[in-house]
């Protein structure tokens, strides 16, 4: 991810990549050596030696908190990867240092910038399909394989609910607003060689129920899908098809068939429109898209759903 990113920054007009850490140094030089631009071991070197007013966090997921403490404390803007932390109790303290820096910390939930999910989003809340009743998104890929095997200690990366389908509970959040009560099942805590797997069931408060299933288990490669029933339609996705936007309305009539409507959107890579945005916020002084308080927020419901496998009980959110 953090290759991703830098190849984006170094494609905008008003931002410029000055430098690159990696606690293996042969692994920063490589990526640096690429751009042109310095690199480092530590991060306390680098906000020494170099004047940036943005640092963006690519690092395993136990790792984020001390880093956006270490920007903070030196009044740098920050970017983090999902998750913003490992714990709840982690990104309301990471809010509160970045709020006294006057710093922005920005959360990369990068779906709301993927043109499905935002023309998904866009139908559901301008009412095309009525009044949404429950929802159901799925994401499977092959066991991820990071840095020391990091993803497979599940204390660190918190698997599939923490890691993976986080991207689910934002999307979903920025949909149907408000999450009240989790449930889930899964895997965690079973210690199966390469493989994980969740199912998270969420209430909202606006009624709404949305079913988030993830799995590192597929051989296959990275599918998702989602699906959201309204009073008036169903709207589908799924990454595997042609036409993979699909909403299909009731008849208004008896006399009427339903109508598909295929929409097939092409863009930018989300992941470049994802950061263009934050520094054109930094630019402007505009508050970011998604907020800190967002990526808060999906931590919680992931820690939530961690929290229901381990005991099988609901869990509420206050």
Known sequence: MGRVHADAYVQMPNAELVAICDTKLEAAQRLADKYSVRAFDNVKSLLTDVDVDLVDICTPTHTHFDYIKA???????????????????????????????GVVLFPAQVLRWFPEFRKMHDLIVSGAIGTPVVARTSRCSAYP?????????????????????????????????????????????????????????????????????????????????VEVAGTEGLLSYSSTESVPLT???????????????????????????????????????????????????????????????STGQPVALA
Request: with cysteine; net charge negative; hydrophobic share 40%.
């Open 145 to 225: 394989r990071g840095t020391d095997d990091w993803f497979a200690d599940m204390k660190n990366s918190g698997g599939v609910v923490l890691d993976m389908i986080i991207h689910d509970y934002d999307w979903l959040r920025w949909c149907f607003g408000k999450v009240k009560c989790v449930y889930a099942r899964g895997l965690y805590e079973r210690n199966i060689p390469l493989t994980d797997y969740a199912l998270v069931t969420l209430r909202f408060e606006s009624g709404v129920i949305a079913h988030v299933e993830g799995n590192w288990a597929r051989p296959g490669g990275f599918v998702a899908t």
């Open 247 to 309: 909403i299909e309305l009731k008849a208004k009539g008896e006399q009427k068939a339903g109508v598909t409507v295929p929409e097939s959107p092409v863009s930018q890579s989300p992941y470049y429109l994802e950061l263009e945005h934050l520094v054109n916020c930094l630019e402007s002084g505009c508050r970011p898209e998604v907020s800190a308080e967002d990526g808060m927020e999906a931590v919680r419901i992931g820690e939530a759903a961690l929290r229901s496998i």
């Open 71 to 101: 920007a903070a404390a030196a009044g740098k803007n920050i970017c983090c990867e999902k998750p913003l932390t490992r714990t709840t109790g982690q990104a309301m303290e990471a809010l509160r240092l970045c709020e006294e820096a």
